[in-house]
C-alpha cells in the first residue's frame, strides 16, 4: 500500500466541475493503511451474528435457565420451545434485514446499523430479564426484537463495507465479515464453557449480557466514520459525497483522485436512473424483479443470483456440521468430550476464513466457489459412504451403571475419518463459501437497487437458516427420520447443485468498481465474465454536465 504522495494523480479533464478521466485502472486514489483499517472497522459486524448463533446452545443447556422456563428439576428445555427460542432470532433477523433496505436508502448507510446496534440493546435487555415474570415470553420476546437488529447490521453492514470498500482490496476487506463471524461464534463457545458451571443465573445472563460489548464497540466506531459516498450521490448531495470520499481514501476533497472516483459514480447513477427510474415505494421494490430471467444484466437475474447465493451457503450443511455433527459422533461412544471436538471444528473455522483475504483477490470469487463447492461435496459424501457402511451408522449396545442406554461405535477408527473429513469440510467452507457468498451480494446489484437487493439476498440467508433448523430434528431424530449418516447425502447433493450453479450463473467480480460491475454483466456471461476488461469509463464516456449534477445544490 501507499500513501497518495508517491503516485502521480491521473490525466484528467474537467467536465460539469468534476475531473474525469479515460484510464480505467486509475479511478481509485492508492490504497492507504488509514483508509484500509477505516473500511476494515466495519467488518466488526460479524460478532453479532456469530456470537448471536453461537450462545445460545449453551444457555439452553444451563440448569437455571431450564428450571425457570420449564420446572424445578427439569432435564432439558423441552423440544417445542427449544425450536421457538432458536427459530424466533431468525424470523426477526429476516423481517430486519427485509425493513433495513428501505432504512439504508432514508437515512443512510451508516445510522442504519447504528439503529440496529440500538435495537439490538433493546432486545440483550429483555433478554436480561429472563427469570422474572414468565420466562419464557422474556427471552422469545428479546431474541425476536434483537434478531430485527442482527438483520439490520447482517445487511446493511455488507452493503455498507462493498460501497465504501477499494477495488482492488474488496473482497479481501468484506471477507473479513465472515472472518469475526467465526470470531463470534467462537467467543461464544468460550464464554459458554467458562460460565456453564456456574449455580446462578450468571450461567446464562452472563452470556446474554456480553452482547451489550459488541454493540456499543460498533455503534461508537461507526459514529465516527463517513457514511457511504454512494449514499450521498443516490441523495444527489455531491459535497458530503465528497467528503466522505476524502476521508475514506485518505485524500485532499480537491484531489483528482476524488473527482474522478466521484464523477465514475455519478455517471453510474445517471446511466443506471435512465435504465431504473424513481418511482413509488412499493414500485423500488418492484424494482428488484424487473427484466427477463434470460437477460444475465437483468435486476430479476441480479435478485434470484444473489438470494440463491445466500441459499445455496446455507444448502451446504455447515449449520448441520456446527450445530448437530457433535452430539452425533458422541453417540457412537467414539469421542468423549464434545466441547474438545466443537472447538476444534470452530478453531479450523476461525484459522481457515483468513485464507479466503488472499485467494478472494488473487483467484477471483467465482474460481474459490467452484473449488469449495467441489471440495466440500468429496467430504460429504466421503462421510456419508464411512459412515452407512463401516463407521456411524454402526453401533452396539455398552451400557454402564451410569448411562444403561450407551452404545459404543463398532469401528471407532471409522469414526474419527468421519469426524477428519468434517473438519476438511470446515475448511472448505471457511476459506470459499462462506466470505464469497456475501462478497458477491454486495457487489451485483446497481445502485438504484443495491440496497433492497442485499436486504432480499440477506433475507434468504435467514430464511433458509430457519427452515434448515427447523426440518433438521425430522430428518435425523432417532423417532423420526433418523437418517444418520445418510444425512450427509443429502448436503453433498446440494453442494453437486452449488457447484453447478457457480459454474453457470455466478460472474467473476475481481478487480472491478462497482460501476465497472455493471457493466461487465451487461457485457458478458458468467462464464465468460473473467476474461471481461474495462474499456472505458463511465465519466468518460456520457456527459457529467447534466440535470443530475445540477440538482447539486445542499
Known amino acids: 500500500m501507499s500513501t497518495h504522495d508517491e503516485k502521480e494523480a491521473p490525466a484528467a479533464s474537467h467536465v460539469g466541475g468534476l475531473a474525469t478521466t479515460q484510464d480505467v485502472e486509475r479511478i481509485e486514489a492508492p490504497v492507504t493503511w488509514k483508509a484500509y483499517l477505516l473500511c476494515a472497522f466495519a467488518s466488526f459486524g460479524g460478532i453479532f451474528f456469530g456470537y448471536d448463533s453461537g450462545y445460545i446452545n449453551g444457555v439452553l443447556g444451563s440448569q437455571i435457565f431450564i428450571d425457570a422456563v420449564e420446572f424445578a428439576g427439569a432435564k432439558a428445555v423441552s423440544e417445542s420451545r ?118 446462578d443465573t450468571g450461567s446464562y445472563r452472563i452470556p446474554i449480557a456480553i452482547q451489550f460489548l459488541w454493540a456499543i464497540i460498533l455503534a461508537g466506531g461507526l459514529m465516527m466514520l463517513p457514511d457511504s459516498p454512494r449514499y450521498f450521490v443516490k441523495k444527489a448531495n455531491l459535497p458530503a459525497a465528497t467528503d466522505a470520499l476524502a476521508r475514506l481514501r485518505g485524500q485532499p476533497k480537491d484531489s483528482e483522485y476524488i473527482q474522478v472516483e466521484l464523477a465514475e459514480i455519478v455517471a453510474n447513477e445517471e446511466y443506471e436512473r435512465q435504465l431504473i427510474p424513481n418511482t413509488t415505494w412499493l414500485g423500488s421494490w418492484a424494482n428488484c424483479f424487473k427484466g427477463s430471467l434470460f437477460k444475465a444484466n437483468s435486476n430479476l437475474r441480479k435478485t434470484i443470483l444473489g438470494t440463491s447465493l445466500q441459499m445455496m451457503q446455507q444448502w451446504t450443511g455447515v449449520n448441520f456440521i456446527f450445530y448437530y455433527s457433535t452430539p452425533f459422533l458422541k453417540s457412537t461412544g467414539a469421542i468423549s468430550n464434545s466441547f474438545v471436538i466443537s472447538m476444534i471444528f470452530t478453531v479450523i473455522n476461525v484459522c481457515s476464513t483468513p485464507i479466503s483475504f488472499w485467494t478472494v483477490e488473487r483467484f477471483g470469487r467465482r474460481t474459490i466457489l467452484l473449488w469449495g463447492a467441489l471440495g466440500m461435496l468429496i467430504c460429504q459424501f466421503l ?35 468421519q469426524i477428519a473429513f468434517i473438519a476438511i469440510f ?37 430464511l433458509w437458516n430457519t427452515i434448515i433448523a427447523v426440518i433438521t430434528p425430522y430428518m435425523v431424530g432417532t423417532d423420526k427420520g433418523n437418517m444418520k449418516s445418510s444425512v450427509f447425502f443429502v448436503w453433498g447433493g446440494l453442494c453437486t447443485f452449488a457447484l453447478i450453479y457457480t459454474f453457470l450463473f455466478v460472474p467473476e467480480t475481481k478487480g472491478l468498481s462497482l460501476e465497472q460491475v455493471d457493466k461487465m454483466m451487461e457485457e458478458t456471461t458468467p462464464r465468460t465474465s473473467a476474461k471481461w476488461k474495462p474499456h472505458t469509463t463511465f465519466a468518460g464516456s456520457q456527459p457529467t454536465d447534466s440535470a443530475y449534477l445540477k440538482q447539486e445544490s445542499v
Open 82 to 199: 427449544t425450536s421457538l427460542i432458536v427459530s424466533i432470532l431468525s424470523c426477526g433477523t429476516f423481517f430486519g434485514a427485509l425493513i433495513a433496505g428501505d432504512a439504508a436508502d432514508w437515512i443512510g448507510r451508516k445510522w442504519t446499523v447504528i439503529l440496529g446496534c440500538l435495537i439490538y440493546i433493546v432486545g440483550v435487555v429483555i433478554q436480561m430479564i429472563t427469570g422474572l415474570g414468565d420466562p419464557l415470553a422474556a427471552i422469545v420476546a428479546g431474541r425476536l426484537i434483537a434478531g430485527i437488529g442482527v438483520g439490520f447490521e447482517s445487511a446493511v453492514v455488507i452493503l455498507y463495507m462493498s460501497e465504501i470498500c477499494p477495488r482492488k482490496v474488496r473482497g479481501a476487506l468484506v471477507a473479513g465479515y465472515q472472518f469475526c463471524i467465526t470470531i463470534g461464534i467462537m467467543l461464544a463457545a468460550c464464554v459458554v464453557y467458562a460460565t456453564e458451571g456456574r449455580s
Open 426 to 462: 470446515i475448511f472448505f467452507f471457511a476459506s470459499t463459501w462462506g466470505p464469497g457468498a456475501w462478497i458477491l451480494i454486495g457487489e451485483i446489484f446497481p445502485l438504484p437497487i443495491r440496497s433492497r437487493g442485499v436486504g432480499l439476498s440477506t433475507a434468504s440467508n435467514w
Open 383 to 417: 462421510v456419508a459412504i464411512i459412515g452407512v457402511t463401516v463407521g456411524f451408522n454402526h453401533t452396539s449396545p455398552a451400557p454402564t451403571a451410569e448411562d444403561p442406554e450407551r452404545t459404543l461405535a463398532n469401528n471407532i477408527s471409522a469414526v474419527n475419518a
